[in-house]
T-cell receptor, first 114, second 115 residues
Framework: AQSVTQLGSHVSVSEGALVLLRCNYSSSVPPYLFWYVQYPNQGLQLLLKYTTGATLVKGINGFEAEFKKSETSFHLTKPSAHMSDAAEYFCAVSPNQAGTALIFGKGTTLSVSS | DTEVTQTPKHLVMGMTNKKSLKCEQHMGHRAMYWYKQKAKKPPELMFVYSYEKLSINESVPSRFSPECPNSSLLNLHLHALQPEDSALYLC??????????????FGPGTRLTVT
């Protein structure tokens, strides 16, 4: 069975600081991994995805994530936080079967202070 | 166009009411999903439609009744709900071909309050 663990339910950074949101997965097959962002009272927006190929994945809004198989990790980073980055972030893994649901982590709330 | 639309944006209903939530996408996706999300929690899967047929029902109470009239539309009919059903209801869609799985695109959600 596949699962996702997001370390830290709440991360606080200062504007301009590095953002690091941690995600570890468990999968018996090559995983497909996603990061979604959810702003207050909105739906989920896809930030980036890893399926195959290059392990460093670039997404929207300056975010990127690196797939590390040896560490079973897919951490999300952004070099310089902006106030507008404050939101809920979800890491998700695909069950590798079309038409089934993503498996989400519990989410990390990112706060950005000025 | 990667847009999934949902109506209404907000809905307040009594426990004896009947209402429906609507979801629409024009990306040619043949899988559509309903999720329920409580505050500060990840989305919980309720139903999956694949090629307009219900493929997954996550033991959802019968007061929630999904419908997929065509490949672009997904409805969720609500009847005799309980206050604990108050939540954000999210619709999503994705391609259905074979593996690998494709990412899901989410709508903005319907904020449901049951009084």
């Amino acid at each position: 069975a596949q699962s996702v663990t997001q370390l830290g339910s709440h991360v606080s950074v200062s504007e301009g600081a590095l953002v690091l949101l941690r995600c570890n997965y468990s999968s018996s097959v090559p995983p497909y991994l996603f990061w979604y962002v959810q702003y207050p009272n909105q739906g989920l927006q896809l930030l980036l995805k890893y399926t195959t190929g290059a392990t460093l994945v670039k997404g929207i809004n300056g975010f990127e994530a690196e797939f590390k198989k040896s560490e079973t990790s897919f951490h999300l980073t952004k070099p310089s936080a902006h106030m507008s980055d404050a939101a809920e972030y979800f890491c998700a893994v695909s069950p590798n079967q079309a038409g089934t649901a993503l498996i989400f982590g519990k989410g990390t709330t990112l706060s950005v202070s000025s | 166009d990667t847009e999934v639309t949902q109506t209404p944006k907000h809905l307040v209903m009594g426990m004896t009411n009947k209402k429906s939530l609507k979801c629409e996408q024009h990306m040619g996706h043949r899988a559509m999903y309903w999720y329920k999300q409580k505050a500060k929690k990840p989305p919980e899967l309720m139903f999956v439609y694949s090629y307009e047929k219900l493929s997954i029902n996550e033991s959802v109470p019968s007061r929630f009744s999904p419908e997929c009239p065509n490949s672009s539309l997904l409805n969720l009919h609500l009847h005799a709900l309980q206050p604990e059903d108050s939540a954000l209801y999210l619709c999503a869609s994705s391609q259905v071909i074979k593996t690998p799985i494709y990412e899901q695109y989410f709508g903005p959600g319907t904020r449901l309050t049951v009084t």
